[in-house]
């Protein structure tokens, strides 16, 4: 089960860059000088922007390095988060944030990795392609862009990575497009497939990957937001720790009710894409919402994301 912590850690904005006219690149360091604890390739953080408002984003510096560095798109059509980070986070400004947390690590028999990053989401996949090279592993980074001019971290990664840097941008032709079954069938037997970006980026490469002949254990993907279906009928949930029990509406998660009810989630994402409200199912059959939980994790039934997910039976006893 994923716990969550509520620890937070004070750091300081050393510096900002707005990278692209729509991606800010933040470096954040302790505010007391300490040293942060560290991180592997894949981590994220939480950063609390405000009260209830409260997102995820990726560490995208080389592990190890003694800051966290993020990129944080400015998207309008996001529930607040960025644009609060593009409004508000000027260098010098102190903020909150969790301790990192890797919900997407790197697998270490991995033959191959195929990097895939789309937009804002090559920020993970650039923590890994530094740690797969420190590693002397086998990779590849493949970078989708709307353009060039769209495109941050370009120099960086051209620098760094070279020839395994491949580039796909939407307006520079169709010889250039990324065409993820050729990739994946291509690769080396016992290659893994690592993706992130936008949700309907992604779920192209994921079912690429599947219909490419990739073992599920070897497709691994973050989600940062989703559109996520909440509705269904009503049910019922009983809180084991607490000893409440709910009646789930048809417009209302579990989450929801179980807070009317005076019962603490953990909450962060309420998309189904963090894990914090991870918990374990006693009885009952969930309907899995979610974008967190692998295919394997989600077919045991033994944990959900009361965030957003649902039920298959009239009844829920959850360890909460
Ligand atoms: S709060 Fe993020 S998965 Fe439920």
Redesign the pocket.
């Known amino acids: 089960m994923t716990m969550h912590t509520t620890d937070t850690i004070k750091v300081r904005l050393n510096r900002r860059e707005n990278a692209t006219d729509d991606v800010a690149v933040l470096e954040l360091a302790a505010a007391d000088g300490a040293a942060l604890p560290a991180f592997e390739a894949g981590a994220h953080i939480d950063l609390m922007l405000a009260p209830g408002l409260i997102r995820q984003y990726s560490l995208s510096n080389a592990p190890g390095e003694a800051v966290y560095r993020l990129g944080i798109l400015n998207d309008p059509n996001s529930r607040g988060g960025s644009v609060h980070v593009h409004a508000n986070l000027e260098e010098g400004c102190e903020i909150e944030i969790s301790a990192p947390r890797n919900h997407f690590p790197l697998s270490p028999d991995a033959a191959h990795s195929l990097l895939i990053g789309g937009g804002i989401g090559i920020t993970p996949m650039i923590a890994m392609a530094y740690a797969l090279r420190a590693s002397g592993a086998s990779f590849e980074l493949h970078y989708c862009s709307r353009s060039e001019s769209k495109a941050a971290f370009l120099a960086e990664l051209a620098r760094e990575f070279g020839d395994r840097l491949v580039l796909h941008f939407d307006d520079a032709g169709d010889a250039q497009r990324l065409d993820p079954v050729a990739l994946c069938k291509g690769s080396v037997a016992g290659s893994h497939l690592y993706v992130c970006g936008p949700g309907g980026f992604m779920d192209w490469v994921i079912g690429s990957g599947r219909e490419a002949g990739l073992p599920e254990p070897q497709i691994h993907f973050e989600y940062f937001s989703a559109e996520v279906d909440t509705a269904g009928e009503a049910f019922e949930v009983v809180a084991a720790q607490s000893g409440v029990t709910v009646q789930v509406g048809g417009g209302q998660t579990i989450?929801q009710a179980l807070k009317a009810a005076g019962v603490k989630v953990?909450?962060?994402?309420?998309?189904?894409?963090?894990?914090?409200?991870?918990c374990d199912v006693l009885e009952g059959v969930p309907d899995h919402r979610?974008h967190?939980l692998s295919e394997e994790e989600k077919d045991d039934n033994d944990q959900m994301?009361?965030?957003?997910s649902r039920a298959k039976t009239e009844r829920l006893v959850l360890d909460i």
Request: hydrophobic share 30%; proline share 5%.
């Open positions: 989450a953990e909450l962060s994402c309420e998309q189904g894409v963090c894990g914090s409200c991870i979610d967190f994301a009361p965030c957003c």
